[in-house]
T-cell receptor, first 112, second 114 residues
Framework: QKEVEQNSGPLSVPEGAIASLNCTYS??????FFWYRQYSGKSPELIMS????GDKEDGRFTAQLNKASQYVSLLIRDSQPSDSATYLC????????????FGKGTRLSVIA | EPEVTQTPSHQVTQMGQEVILRCVPI?????FYWYRQILGQKVEFLVS????????KSEIFDDQFSVERPDGSNFTLKIRSTKLEDSAMYFC????????????FGSGTRLTVV
């Protein structure tokens, strides 16, 4: 059974701070990792993908992957109130068309 | 920016009725998916579709469910005889290169079975 685990939160951070979101996964064969943002009542929106161990930066977002520890994280620098949402971690085997397995998400609240 | 369009945004149906949820994927995308999210729970995979056939389906996608791409643009999910537990948000998604590159979700259809 493939599982993706996230702390459900809420994680509260002050505006301008760094928000750190974590995710662990059970399937060692997982090769592709994604962070989606989901506002309440809306669809998931892809914000980051990462495939190799290490860090990947895109604007205020940094994804970190450690396959040995089966751990993925997302850092959001200079957090803004508009970042308040649920962040979904998703993983998949990198074999073409295998489905995404989602975690339940971490709710982030950025306090102005 | 190209979008995945889903209709209707909200559908209320009586238990036992058939429903069809409609999706228009991004035009040059080749891979199509349906996911669902029961309120407060995880986003769950239902089915993937490529080259006019189902690539993979989950345990949720039983004989009550079917998918179709009838005209080269629409992608539909049919639930033959709805149950109360089918109440959820249903998301269509499409991708250019399969799952590994990530894909774009539609805005969703909220299905309420009463």
């Amino acid at each position: 059974q493939k599982e993706v685990e996230q702390n459900s939160g809420p994680l509260s951070v002050p505006e301008g701070a760094i928000a750190s979101l974590n995710c662990t996964y059970s399937d060692r064969g997982s090769q592709s990792f994604f962070w989606y943002r989901q506002y309440s009542g809306k669809s998931p929106e892809l914000i980051m993908s990462i495939y190799s161990n290490g860090d990947k930066e895109d604007g205020r977002f940094t994804a970190q992957l450690n396959k040995a520890s089966q751990y993925v994280s997302l850092l959001i620098r200079d957090s803004q109130p508009s970042d308040s949402a649920t962040y979904l971690c998703a993983v998949t085997l990198n074999s073409g068309n295998t489905p995404l397995v989602f975690g339940k998400g971490t709710r982030l609240s950025v306090i102005a | 920016e190209p979008e995945v369009t889903q209709t209707p945004s909200h559908q209320v149906t009586q238990m036992g009725q058939e429903v069809i949820l409609r999706c228009v994927p991004i035009s040059n995308h080749l891979y199509f998916y349906w996911y669902r999210q029961i309120l407060g729970q995880k986003v769950e995979f239902l089915v993937s579709f490529y080259n006019n056939e189902i690539s993979e389906k989950s345990e949720i996608f039983d004989d009550q469910f079917s998918v179709e791409r009838p005209d080269g643009s629409n992608f539909t999910l049919k639930i033959r005889s709805t149950k109360l537990e089918d109440s959820a948000m249903y998301f269509c998604a499409s991708g250019l290169s399969g799952t590994a590159m990530g894909y774009t979700f539609g805005s969703g259809t909220r299905l309420t079975v009463v």
